[in-house]
């Protein structure tokens, strides 16, 4: 018999969670991850929310929209995974259209972008920030969802830990476009949702080693 689906048939015999502690975990991590992400990005940039005051107003909602869009499929998504008897494939669709909608958002910034400024857009300060700053303004909400990951009972530990990822780097990215502003639809879709994708691998590898039963 595999692993997973011992892990599975032991899983029927044993009550889930309570939901409501189960969701207060979540939650409460959730704003932890949120305070201190927004702390560590003023440190590093200061309290002027220059993103606030950019000259693409559209594309900065645009981009506080599906980020915290994400925020909010993910919590739904490691909600319905901690629970023991949880199917987890109506919980994916809602991530699946925000990268869906991130996606067309690159296609669409390829064709309005000229090819020969898609190196001076995918490069400097702002490609530096998304490959450094996300990462290490995610790692403390990471590591505040895996403490609730433990109120619960994550049947399959590498997705639990995908999403608890994404939800990390997606509130990385919301917090890094307070203080920069979006320079291009081709720079927020590529460069931001790379820096989410790679914070969910994180996870992944980390929740497939710490959530194991």
């Not at 015999?13 to 704003?31: C, D």
């Not at 460069?191 to 039963?213: K, M, Q």
Request: with cysteine; glycine share 12%; net charge positive.
């Amino acid at each position: 018999m595999k692993t997973e689906d011992l892990i599975k048939m032991l899983s029927t015999n044993v009550p889930p969670a309570p939901r409501r502690q189960w969701g207060a975990s979540l939650l409460i991590a959730s704003g932890i991850g949120i305070a201190v992400a927004l702390c560590l990005q003023c440190s590093m940039f200061g309290t002027t929310l220059q993103g606030l005051g950019g000259h693409r107003p559209g594309l900065q909602a645009g981009v506080f929209a599906l980020t915290l869009a994400l925020v909010a499929a993910g919590l739904r998504l490691l909600f319905v995974a901690g629970q023991p008897g949880k199917r987890v494939s109506a919980a994916l669709f809602p991530v699946g259209a925000v990268f869906l909608a991130l996606l067309l958002g690159g296609i669409v910034g390829i064709t309005r972008e000229p090819r020969a400024s898609w190196g001076e857009v995918l490069s400097g300060e702002l490609l530096g920030n998304c490959l450094i700053c996300i990462p290490v303004v995610a790692v403390p909400t990471l590591a505040a969802l895996f403490w609730a990951l433990r109120s619960g009972a994550p049947v399959y530990p590498a997705l639990s830990g995908a999403a608890a990822g994404l939800v990390a780097g997606a509130m990385a990215v919301a917090a890094l476009a307070l203080n920069q502003p979006v320079v291009s639809v081709l720079a927020a879709a590529v460069l931001y949702a790379s820096a989410i994708a790679s914070c969910a691998l994180i996870g992944a590898l980390i929740g497939s080693r710490l959530l194991r039963w």
